[in-house]
């Protein structure tokens, strides 16, 4: 099976604009969580949709969103984006069988000037 | 509040001894834990999970709730164990995982 893929695997941005990264999840996994990495916080969850909906939330501002497709493709969305927003976004997905191991993706590396 | 705490952020051993990277966590519920580990340029991997009790590549890790802990262990360390490992609580119901900060392993020749 494929593993996750994201796209782009790379991006530059400038404050104040905003951004649309995509997940693409293994092959029948339904359930797909993102990840922001930073050297400072470490690996702080996003969010995580099943079926289509926004199951959870981590503790971010509105200006974070994301949504899932009926295929179960998701993206994410960054607007206004700020300095801080420089990071990587990891996308992880899941059969959704419980405590089971989720797959992550390589990352889309986000620079914000 | 769920957290998880990796105390050491470096860990560096010789080939051969043994090896444990510390984890506590803090959680109200009841905890399913995991190590993932991510070797150079690679992506982040599941290792062992608590529930599955299995030794993979020779890691070892035992939930102790009365310490709320879950160290890895590694009775003898090789050159290819050398990554950055995370510890990580899912939270019931969901499949939020949260986190330490990590440990970057090196093991030396």
């Known amino acids: 099976k494929a593993g996750v893929t ?5 991006l530059i941005k400038t404050r104040g604009q905003q951004v649309t990264l995509s ?18 916080q470490g ?49 992880a997905s899941s059969p959704f069988v419980p405590y089971n191991e989720q797959f992550f993706g390589p990352g889309t590396r986000l620079t914000v000037l | 509040a769920q957290r998880v705490t990796q105390p050491e952020k470096l860990l560096s051993v010789f080939k051969g001894a043994p090896v444990e990277l510390k984890c506590n966590y803090s959680y109200s519920g009841s905890p399913e834990l995991f190590w993932y580990v991510q070797y150079s340029r690679q992506r982040l991997q599941l290792l062992l999970r608590h529930i599955s009790r299995e030794s993979i590549k020779g890691f070892t890790a035992d939930l102790n709730k ?22 990580a609580l ?17 093991v030396n020749p």
């Open chain 2, 66 to 87: 009365g310490e709320t802990s879950f160290h890895l262990k590694k009775p003898f360390a090789q050159e290819e164990d050398s990554a950055m490992y995370y510890c």
């Open chain 1, 43 to 91: 690996l702080q969850f996003l969010f995580e949709y099943f079926s289509e909906t926004q199951r959870n939330k981590g503790n971010f501002p509105g200006r974070f969103s994301g949504r899932q497709f009926s295929n179960s493709r998701s993206e994410m969305n960054v607007s206004t984006l700020e300095l801080g927003d420089s990071a990587l976004y990891l996308c």
């Open chain 1, 23 to 40: 997940c693409s999840p293994i092959s029948g996994h339904r359930s797909v969580s993102w990840y922001q990495q930073t050297p400072g």
């Open chain 2, 90 to 106: 899912m939270v019931g119901g969901s499949e939020k995982l949260v986190f330490g900060k990590g440990t970057k392993l090196t």
């Open chain 1, 6 to 10: 994201q796209t782009p695997r790379y």
